[in-house]
């Protein structure tokens, strides 16, 4: 499974960091993201804005 979280805060990190160890979960992406979750294994961020809803569907 996919997971996309919206959001750059540390919440939205911790909510990736936790997703990512599922085994559930393939993949995570961050949109957009921050410099903590760029770290993280199986956690991508996306050059999207978090109020670009457009662009997020």
């Known amino acids: 499974m996919k997971v996309l979280i919206v959001g750059s805060g540390g ?3 911790a909510l990736a960091w936790k ?12 949109a957009p ?3 903590g979750t760029a770290q993280e294994n199986n956690i991508d961020n996306i050059d999207i804005g978090a109020e670009d809803i457009p662009a997020l569907l």
């Open 11 to 13: 919440r939205e990190h």
């Open 19 to 30: 997703a990512a160890q599922s085994p559930l979960v393939n993949q995570v992406f961050v």
């Open 33 to 35: 993201g921050n410099a």
